[in-house]
Structures are given as C-alpha cells and as structure tokens.
C-alpha cells in the first residue's frame, strides 16, 4: 500500500509511535481496569451506562432510529473483534436486522479482542475514537467493510488506514488530531478494558457471540440450539447461515414482544 494519503510525514510518524503503544498500554489498563471494577455492580444483560469504570463511554446500540415501532425494543447483546472475520461476515447481517425490524430490534455492541488478533486493539480504539465524535457505527461498519485491507497490515499502513476511514466517514469534517488523541486515551482504553471484562466474567469463548435474556444465541454448534424468551422455546438445527440467523433473530423479537 502506498502511504501517501494526504498526511504530513511528521503527523503519521507520531501517530504510527502513539498507535504502537496502544496494544501494551490497552492491555495494562485492562488488567488494573479488571481488578479496580466490581463488576457485580452491573447488569451484563442491560445497557450500561458511562461512569468511570468505562472511561466515561457507555454501551454502542444498533437500533433503527426512524423505525415506526415506539416501545421499549429487544436486545440483544454482540461481542465482536473488528479483525475477526466471521464478525465481518455477520455485520451486514446484524445491520439488516436492525433495519427490517424497524426499531423492535436494538444490538448492544461490546469488545471482545482476540489475542490472536495483531490489529485488534489498534482497530477497537480506533472505532472508539471515532465514537467520541459521534461516528462510533459508521467506522465500525466501515472497519468491517474494509477488513482484508489493514487486517494484516504493519504500523504505518494500518495508522494510513485507520486515518483515512475516519475522513472518510465524516466526510472531512471531523477532527483528525483528536482522533489521534483519543485513540491512544485511557479513557478509550478503559472502555475497551470494561467490556473484555464482561466478557470474561460470562465466559465468550469466540466471536461473534450473541446473547438474549442472558442465553446464548448459539448459531455456530453443528447441533444446534434454542432460547426462551417470554415462556416460548425457539429451536434450531444446526449451523445457521446468516440470512438464518436473521429469521431467527425476528422469531425471537416476535416472541419477546408478544403480550
């Protein structure tokens, strides 16, 4: 990839230096942040509002804002990694849920790094920082969209990458320095800190994993699953593919909303 994107040399080097130590410092954070939170204090299966714990940046919600319905919607809680492939695949699935359900349907957005994953924090506290700004969706989606180009990248080209989608998805208007900033923040890192934890304390072992009523929507097991929601099982057989996954997910909203 070529690194010219339009950066003075001096603004891409420190934010290459400052982006480098964002996977040492995220997870040192993410160890005192662990040990600093009772995370019995908080409902894992509720939107969790900012406080300090979270570096003051409360639960992402997915939820059609022009949707006709104007009860209180069904959530449904997303861990994900924005290198994680299959979280890739599933997110225009998640959005079409959104979408077609127009406003029944809320998803919670929660990090959930996998170690394995080089660019994972670097990725995370960039949505985050984009968030802080007011574009948390559109550079997540656009992180997801994009994947293959900087999954694998080095440093310098992840950080050219990164730079560009946030001009991009605010269509120049947004602050590039503060961006830069808030990347390397501790209070993104907190955030990002304060969902691994609850990840860890409701034992996600992969991603995208997704959760209603505190059940696991197990849609990867060859065997299958089921959830209840409002006294009514929902089954499936085997592995659901995307489109399935989405006819599920109405099932489990027209169940949860039933008088």
Same mark, same amino acid.
């Given at each position: 990839m070529r690194k010219n994107r339009g950066?003075? /040399?001096v603004g891409v080097i420190i934010t290459v230096v400052i982006v480098a130590l964002i996977g040492v410092a995220t997870w040192f954070v993410i160890d005192g942040n662990l040990k600093a939170t009772n995370f019995d204090n908080y409902d894992f299966y509720s939107v969790i509002e900012p406080d300090v714990h979270n570096g003051n940046i409360g639960d992402h919600v997915k939820r059609d804002k022009d949707g006709t319905y104007e009860g209180e919607p069904v959530y449904i809680f997303e861990y994900a990694d924005f290198q994680c492939p299959g979280c890739a695949s599933m997110n225009?699935?998640?959005n079409q849920a959104v979408d077609e359900l127009d406003g029944k349907l809320a998803v919670v957005y929660r990090n959930h790094l996998l170690s394995y994953h080089q660019n994972a924090t670097a990725a995370s506290s960039a /949505? %985050? /920082?984009a968030g802080l700004q007011g574009y948390w969706k559109e550079y997540g989606?656009?992180?997801f969209a994009t994947q293959a180009e900087w999954e694998y990248s080095s440093g310098s080209d992840r950080t050219a990458y990164f %730079?560009?989608?946030?001009?991009?998805?605010?269509?120049?208007k947004g602050d590039i %320095?503060?961006?830069?900033?808030?990347?390397?923040? %501790?209070?993104?890192?907190k955030k990002i800190s304060f969902d691994m934890g609850i990840g860890k304390r409701i034992s996600i072992s992969g991603t995208p994993a997704f959760f209603i009523d505190g059940q696991l929507i197990n849609w990867t097991s060859a065997e299958g699953g089921s959830v209840t929601v409002n006294g009514r099982t929902i089954t499936w057989d085997g592995k659901l593919s995307g489109s399935e996954w989405v006819h599920i997910v109405k099932k489990i909203v027209e169940a949860k909303l039933e008088p």
């Open positions: 950066f003075s /040399a225009s699935r998640v /949505a %985050e /920082a989606d656009k992180l %730079e560009a989608y946030f001009n991009q998805v605010t269509d120049g %320095e503060q961006f830069r900033k808030d990347i390397a923040s %501790e209070r993104v890192s």
